[in-house]
């Protein structure tokens, strides 16, 4: 069964950084795309970035790059994304997606940026 | 504003027939694949087409997409109750160089 399991959401202040990890089973993780997918407060999807099978091609989100970057450790399963320069509008559940057409989701971590 | 254009809402009664339409430009539906999600309340979404008109396996066909130029459309076809959700379409697009959602449509069950 794939499963996709985020962590590291949490309280920042406005500047700060934060760094969110996903980490991936049920498939062979180094053969897939991955990607993130943000979810502000009773709004809509919003595609943040995607990353290659191999770290070596990555998309970002224009308004996030610069600020946010995101990895992937294969021998780990895992996926990440750095974030800093945190924004009240960065505000949202933050989604890890196997695929670039996210044919599974995770159930999502919570980033909220305030002072 | 979104770059890919949904009906704030749909809806219909048990067992009706509800559209949504999803209209884009040659840089996303039209030289890309369109893909439809499913989020019910309090949930993350879930993947019901992909490629323009497939389904993965467990989703009912009762739903179906097409695509035409760069306009795509997802019907369901006998709506239940539990269909009641936001639907959001996606593609990639090659001019911003990533993925896209429409604002989503929020289908009710009247």
């Known amino acids: 069964e794939v499963q996709l399991v985020e962590s590291g959401g949490g309280l920042v202040q406005p500047g700060g950084s934060l760094r969110l990890s996903c980490a991936a089973s049920?498939?062979?993780?180094?053969?897939?795309?991955m990607s993130w997918v943000r979810q502000a407060p009773g709004k809509g999807l919003e595609w943040v970035a995607n990353?290659?099978?191999?770290?070596?091609?990555?998309y970002s989100l224009d308004s996030v790059k610069g600020r946010f970057t995101i990895s992937r450790d294969n021998a780990k399963s895992s996926l990440y994304l750095q974030m800093s320069s945190l924004r009240a509008e960065d505000t949202a559940v933050y989604y890890c997606a196997r695929d670039v057409s996210g044919d599974y989701w995770g159930q999502g971590t919570l980033v909220t940026v305030s002072s | 504003q979104s770059v890919l254009t949904q009906p704030p809402s749909a809806s219909g009664t048990p067992g009706q027939r509800v559209t949504i339409s999803c209209s884009g430009s040659?840089?996303?539906?039209?030289?890309?694949?369109v893909y439809w999600y499913q989020q019910l309340p309090r949930t993350a979404p879930k993947l019901l087409i992909y490629?323009?008109?497939q389904r993965p396996s467990g989703v009912p066909d009762r739903f179906s997409g097409s695509k035409s130029g760069t306009s795509a459309s997802l019907a369901i076809r006998g709506l239940r109750s539990e269909d009641e959700a936001d639907y959001y379409c996606a593609a990639w697009d090659d001019s911003l160089s990533g993925f896209v959602f429409g604002a989503g449509t929020k289908v009710t069950v009247l």
């Open positions: 040659s840089s996303n539906l039209g030289s890309n694949y």
């Open positions: 490629r323009n008109d």
């Open positions: 990353i290659d099978q191999d770290g070596g091609e990555k």
């Open positions: 049920g498939f062979t993780f180094s053969s897939y795309w």
